[in-house]
């Protein structure tokens, strides 16, 4: 990995808290549970400094949990968690704008919002003239949305 990205520092590290002593089999025990904002950056196992942008991912087997930063999770599991750090860039900067297909996703099966705000936000995802009830719980859904993340070092 370039740019500072230090992928067999990354690998050793995830090797290390997984049960598998095998890359591709150790791959496979990790997902991820949550995303959060760091007040001060961090450093990511990697190596890798500063991250603002955590992603907590889990062991499913050894039930071990790390915050590593999205350009890991996106090379590590193949997940664009960017894409959801996005959405939220752009619902705080306009309250009324849409969260992207895979934040809405995330935020879903992270249980943040229910079956119905799901189906809204799909349906709705793509509207650029809502009506003003249809504005109106696109803000409160936004507003949940946000409100979910995590800020870290911030009391």
Known sequence: MGDGYNFAQLKKAILAMSRATDWEVAKKEWKLVGISEASEPETCLCGHFPIVELCTIS????????????????????????????????????????VGSD?????????????????????T?????????????????NEKIIASIGRRGIS
């Open 59 to 98: 062991n499913n087997t050894t039930e071990r949990t790390v915050d590593v930063g999205n350009v890991c999770v996106k090379r590590f599991l193949g997940f664009r968690s960017d894409l959801i750090f996005a959405s939220l860039k752009r619902i705080r900067k306009d309250i009324t704008k849409s």
């Open 103 to 123: 934040a809405t996703a995330f935020f879903y099966q992270s249980g943040i919002i229910n079956d119905w705000e799901y189906g809204f936000q799909q349906n």
């Open 125 to 141: 995802m793509r509207k650029r003239n809502l009506s003003p009830a249809q504005l109106a719980t696109r803000r409160k859904i």
